[in-house]
Structures are given as C-alpha cells and as structure tokens.
C-alpha cells in the first residue's frame, strides 16, 4: 500500500526487516529514513512526522487450547502473565493496566513462550492470527484458544524522520495519494 502510494508520488522506496527489539532505534537513530509501518508513541513523536493512519493493528488476545479468552479489557487480566514484542509502541497507558507484560523477540517467540507454558497469553495482531488460523489450521486448531475480539487497537502510520528533506511534503503527498487510492477504490 505504502509502496503504491510512492510510486504515484513518483518516489521509491526499498524495504529493510528490522528485528522487532531494534526497531525503535534503529528508526530514530538511523540508518533508515522512516518505517511504512509504525505505531505512535511519546519517544518516536520528537524524532518522527506522521502520515494519516492508513490501517489498524487489532490486538487480540490468543491463549493456550481450553483457556478463557473472554476478556473485555486488559484491566480483566491483572496479575496474568502475556507476552508482548519487545520494541512495539504498545500505548503510554499500556504498561499500567493491569497484567505483567513478557517481553518477545517476535510473534513467533510470543506463541513459543505461550505453548511452552512461559506466558499465559500473547497479544497478536488479528490478521496475524487469521494468517495462522488458515495456514496453519490443525495446529492451531490443537493448541490455541483464540480471542474474538480487539482488546488494543494502534492505528498505523507511514513515519518519517524530520530531518529527512522534504519529510512534511512527502507526508502531505502520500496523505493526498492515500484518499485518492480510497476514492479510486485501488484501496
């Protein structure tokens, strides 16, 4: 989506996986320009302009086979123990609400210290879920309990550092492209 938004700006960009936990510096110290994906947070806001929101991350909350996945809020799971992507921007208020936070390297790590009993839960994004659910139905079938709905949602953002030329006018562009992709329905 960001890439198509670029190319009808007339701009390219190249795309570069960064390990979850050196995300955050290695977007705000360097080497790369900005990310196509990010979640807001107080940290990034200094160094960082934000695109509009262009997508949502639904966290939901994913268990072992034949536990509760009934929650409303993470309020409802204080003192349970839930493993989260070290060097995601969960949210300023995130840490306070309630259950003790694991720190993962991955998704992957998250799910391998939920199945080998570490953790509790993991909090996973909807369409990561889905993405297992179906590819990986008998397996998932056997071993994860699966919430229905979003008990954190993070809108996403194209970030950019400041001090990249232009970063305000290429934001201002790729918003502009973002509604024209909507209105075309190319989005």
Same mark, same amino acid.
């Given at each position: 989506?960001?890439?198509?938004?670029?190319?009808?700006?007339?701009?390219?960009?190249?795309?570069?996986?960064?390990?979850?936990?050196?995300?955050?510096?290695?977007? $705000?110290?360097?080497?790369? *320009?900005?990310?196509?994906?990010?979640?807001?947070?107080?940290?990034?806001?200094?160094?960082?302009?934000?695109?509009?929101?262009?997508?949502?991350?639904?966290?939901? $909350?994913?268990?072992?086979?034949?536990?509760?996945?009934?929650?409303?809020?993470?309020?409802?799971?204080?003192?349970?123990?839930?493993?989260?992507?070290?060097?995601?921007?969960?949210? *300023?208020?995130?840490?306070?609400?309630?259950?003790?936070?694991?720190?993962?390297?991955?998704?992957?790590?998250? !799910?391998? $210290?939920?199945?080998?009993?570490?953790?509790?839960?993991?909090?996973?994004?909807? !369409?990561v879920v889905q993405y297992i659910l179906t590819n990986y139905a008998n397996e998932a079938r056997a071993n994860l309990q699966v919430g229905r709905m979003a008990l954190v949602t993070r809108p996403l953002f194209l970030a950019l550092r400041r001090a990249l030329p232009d970063a305000?006018?290429?934001?201002?562009?790729?918003?502009?492209?973002?509604?024209?992709?909507?209105?075309?329905?190319?989005?």
């Amino acid at each position: 989506l960001v890439e198509a938004a670029f190319g009808r700006i007339g701009m390219q960009s190249a795309t570069t996986f960064v390990e979850p936990p050196q995300f955050t510096t290695s977007l $705000l110290t360097g080497p790369f *320009d900005g990310s196509a994906a990010a979640w807001r947070d107080a940290e990034r806001e200094r160094v960082l302009i934000y695109s509009r929101p262009y997508l949502e991350n639904r966290l939901i $909350l994913v268990g072992r086979r034949g536990t509760s996945v009934t929650a409303a809020k993470l309020a409802d799971l204080a003192g349970k123990r839930i493993a989260i992507v070290e060097g995601y921007a969960y949210g *300023d208020d995130f840490e306070k609400s309630g259950p003790a936070f694991v720190r993962s390297k991955s998704e992957e790590d998250s !799910l391998k $210290l939920l199945l080998d009993g570490r953790v509790d839960y993991t909090l996973m994004d909807d !369409l990561v879920v889905q993405y297992i659910l179906t590819n990986y139905a008998n397996e998932a079938r056997a071993n994860l309990q699966v919430g229905r709905m979003a008990l954190v949602t993070r809108p996403l953002f194209l970030a950019l550092r400041r001090a990249l030329p232009d970063a305000e006018s290429i934001v201002t562009r790729f918003n502009a492209q973002l509604r024209s992709m909507i209105a075309d329905r190319t989005y």
